[in-house]
């Protein structure tokens, strides 16, 4: 069956430039999460859907990152005024829980390079 | 916040050695799960651990949940090229779905 999808797969921009990453998630899930990660580095917590509730978006590193989730489905990601910082892989993931077990399937990813 | 930390960042082994990676949470969890990552891929499940104690095995990996279920361990025995990756755990608080992934141990196979 049909995995995780993120588009692009890379994505180049300017300093300065807004983007959008968008993820498909697997039909069905009802948690959907993103995630950055540098180069050689872990994982780092974005935001988190689930379902109708209110996102968490704690990870979010500041106000030039904001994300939404359409019809419990479809996710985008959009960075204002992008920075070279920004550069990483972005990575999106969903779950669903069955059997006790919230196994996370990742896409991916989107890598993002700022010049 | 919830930390989970996982040591050593970094492991180098002839191949046919056994290496383990350690993770630790400052927080007790709910259950811990396993990811691999590939060079160049993305993280992929291996396993969940619920109960205290618990201990799981596939193959030649070995999972282990500590008593206070703040702590857990893979262990693989016999390294070959294929066990190349950076191994993360993650785990959620109680009644929380959200995962925290720890920081990540990357092997490297000398062959």
């Known amino acids: 069956g049909a995995g995780v999808s993120q588009s692009p797969s890379n994505k180049v921009t300017e300093k300065g430039k807004d983007v959008e990453l968008r993820c498909d998630p697997i039909s069905g899930h009802t948690a959907l999460y993103w995630y950055r990660q540098s180069l050689g580095q872990g994982l780092e917590f974005l935001i988190y859907f689930q379902g109708n509730s209110a996102p968490d978006k704690s990870g979010l590193p500041s106000d030039r990152f904001s994300a939404e989730r359409t019809g419990g489905s479809v996710s985008t990601l959009t960075i204002q005024r992008t920075q070279q910082e920004d550069s990483a892989v972005y990575l999106c993931?969903?779950?669903?829980?069955?059997?006790?077990?919230?196994?996370?399937?990742f896409g991916p990813g989107t890598r993002l390079t700022v010049t | 916040g919830q930390q989970v930390m996982q040591i050593p960042q970094y492991q180098h082994v002839q191949e046919g050695e056994d290496f383990t990676t350690y993770c630790n949470s400052s927080t007790t969890l709910s259950n811990i799960q396993w990811y691999k990552q590939r060079p160049g891929g993305h993280p992929v499940f291996l396993i969940q651990?619920?109960?205290?104690?618990e201990v799981k095995k596939q193959k030649r990996l070995t999972f282990q949940f500590g008593e206070a279920k703040k702590n857990s361990s893979l262990h693989i025995t016999a390294t070959q090229t294929t066990d190349v990756g950076t191994y993360f755990c993650?785990?959620?608080?109680?009644?929380?779905?959200?995962?925290?992934f720890g920081t990540g141990t990357r092997l490297t196979i000398i062959p």
């Open positions: 993650a785990g959620p608080g109680f009644g929380n779905e959200k995962l925290t």
């Open positions: 651990l619920v109960k205290s104690g």
């Open positions: 993931a969903s779950s669903k829980y069955r059997d006790y077990i919230y196994e996370q399937y």
